[in-house]
């Protein structure tokens, strides 16, 4: 199982969007399809690989989702058993995800500013 990341024992609350493999994977697909299709960049000049490494790659995003889906709720219980002041928020579908958003949850440490895009080389 991955180490938390340093500064997670400073976190005061995870919010676990546990949501069925059905959506992950169909939202993982969806996304992968349309980047590769339309060759976006996705960092560092980098573009998702031709479709077919997904049969050879082990770690291609798309067998990621499918193999890790299963030992999420496993990390995030062990994280709350190792820090037990931490709130989890388990948001198990999109709509709950919305509605907790919706309810004004107050994101203490995060940013709610929008992303900043990248100018284009002209």
Do not use: C
């Amino acid at each position: 199982m991955p180490q938390p990341r340093a500064g997670a024992e400073r976190a005061t609350t995870i919010v676990f969007l546990d949501y069925s493999r059905t959506v992950v994977m169909a939202r993982v697909v969806r996304r992968t399809l349309r980047r590769r299709i339309r060759r976006t960049e996705l960092w560092n000049g980098n573009r998702e690989a031709p479709l077919a490494t997904m049969l050879t790659d082990r770690d291609h995003i798309i067998r990621w989702a499918w193999r890790t889906h299963p030992t999420w709720r496993g990390q995030v219980a062990d994280a709350a058993s190792r820090h037990p002041s931490l709130d989890v928020v388990r948001l198990a579908n999109p709509r709950e995800a919305e509605r907790w958003l919706a309810a004004g949850q107050p994101a203490v440490g995060a940013s709610t500013a929008p992303p900043k895009r990248r100018l284009r080389d002209a």
